[in-house]
């Protein structure tokens, strides 16, 4: 597993600054609404249009507190966009148990929203824990996240596992956060 | 500045190394109280930051929103039924034909899985976090999980207690378990007594203000200033947690705790103290009656408040008092003292949403709604509602609100472009009644 985990593309970076909130992401309007819409509402408030300038596998470099905020599950809009990762400062510890869960890689980075610039190419490495800026050669440890979690973020997250022990149906109407 | 990780880098240590790298010796140092909550709940003896807790769930709380379409997924089996309380509070009375539908399908898993504590629409109906307080679901020295964010709101009843994502609670009501990432703590030692016309709601603002987010950290609170904090003051602190990111938001058990347990539930239960010894990221003292009412500026929480004074004068259209922080009959109370004989301002909306049915009930009997409806208050019924921006008080383009409840994000109860201020209920009360934002001791 960990051999295949290396081997994250690398992605072009959008920066977000301090304290991103989950509202931004995911406005409470659209709670209820298929993950469909909520996606394209992913920082509207603060970013009008950039849902149409991302593509596949870019990253976001955070600051200090990313995701802060509610229970709601904004870590899925992000992987649903197509993002590759989430690099950040800090991490509210409630955004990232629905990375974990949603199945989107976020690590914690410290330092690396002073070593990125909008739109330079992060590399990210799961086999020695470092995220390397491209451009600069600038390299900064990544947090290791515990196996058993790590296995979930990069693995689809936790819906496939309860299928899989019977423990909740399977997703008939809507393969789960379709886009 | 003490972030842990693992020092060799490999993926399965998540280690206790990350707290010799902090300079200091595990062995033989004693835990804070999430730690030794924690490690009973996970059958070892000992935790510390760094580890990865797995822990059996002593109550898993759904909200009307674990039903909704884009969350739900059909539950087949529920680990154990007496250790799940269903409570639907975002949208109460149901707002919209969606959010109906949502309440349908909770009450068909309650039927189907016969979950005894439920509260739907009705005289049991309130705020999850203020439903649980107030009927001691969670008791001291426990594991609590719910889907909302605000689940830290028990953390006063000396509880571990946090908000989860939905896919985290269905994992929790199927096996019974869950998992923490566990940080370090930090203690806020509390001492003196608030100043008449401040509240905890200002403690927390002066906390945000002063220490910034508390990201993968717990926070302990404790101290001699607790025999003057009743329950419903500790809880709008620990309920605030969630705003400084922190992990879980815990208090030291004490007389008073013990005695809102006992007159609420009848179960046994442990509450859990620090260790003497116990090992502390930071540790700080904050005297209470050196605070004076604070304002958080719109659109975020940390390191965004400032005194009343400086804001004074700005105009607004909308007060909110309510929420699960900021929605309890002492709330309430404050609001009715700083109003009563006055009026709300024309052109102000005023809307005071109790936290739970059960506080509407006693605000009535105490004469505090009648005091609010003849200032000119509306005043709702328990719910979510305009605290989310769901219902019932929803804001529009440009306007300026003044709130006490949990955030203040943009958008965060309506249109983006409006601005929300957010305080303590005494500070929106006099702000209510001025037309702008007013300190609470100077309408």
Known sequence: ?179 | MGHAWCERKCIDCISRFAAAANGRMLSGMGMTIAEKILARASGVAKIAPGDLAVVKVDLSVMIDLSFSRSSWREVLKVHDPDKVAVVFDHEVPAATRESAAMHARGREFVRRFGIRRFHDVGPDQGISHVVVAENAYALPGTVMACSDSHTCSAGALNCVARGLGAPDLLYAITTGKTWFLVGETVRYDLTGRLAPGVSTKDLFLHIAQEYGDHANQNIEFGGPALAHLSIDARRTLTTMGAELSAEFATFEPDEVLIDYIKTRNPAPFEPQYPDADAAYARRETIALDRLEPLVALPDKVVRNAVPVGEVAGEPIQQAFIGSCANGTIEDIAEAARVLAGRKVSPGVRLIVTPGSQRIFAAAVRAGYVQTLLDAGAVVTPATCGACFGGHMGVLGPGETCITASTRNFKGRMGDITARIYMASPATVAASAAAGHIAHPGRV
């Open chain 1, 1 to 179: 597993m960990a051999a295949a985990l290396s081997a994250i593309a690398p992605g072009r970076v959008w920066k977000f600054g301090d304290d991103i909130n989950t509202d931004l992401m995911l406005p409470g309007p659209l709670l209820q609404a298929p993950p469909s819409e909520q996606v394209r509402a992913v920082f509207a408030a603060n970013r009008p249009g950039w849902v149409d300038l991302v593509r596949q596998g870019d990253i976001i470099v955070g600051g200090r507190n990313f995701g802060t905020g509610s229970s709601r599950p904004a870590a899925r809009s992000l992987r649903n966009l197509g993002l590759g990762a989430l690099l950040a400062d800090s991490i509210n510890g409630l955004f990232f148990r629905n990375a974990v869960n949603f199945g989107f890689l976020a690590l914690t980075c410290p330092g690396i929203d002073r070593a990125f610039e909008e739109g330079d190419t992060a590399e990210i490495s799961l086999a020695d824990w470092t995220a390397r800026n491209r451009e600069t050669g600038a390299t900064l440890p990544i947090r290791p996240v515990p196996a058993t979690l790590l296995t979930l973020m990069t693995g689809g997250g936790i819906y496939p596992v309860l299928e899989a022990d019977r423990l909740i149906a399977p997703d008939i109407a809507q393969a789960e956060g379709a886009r």
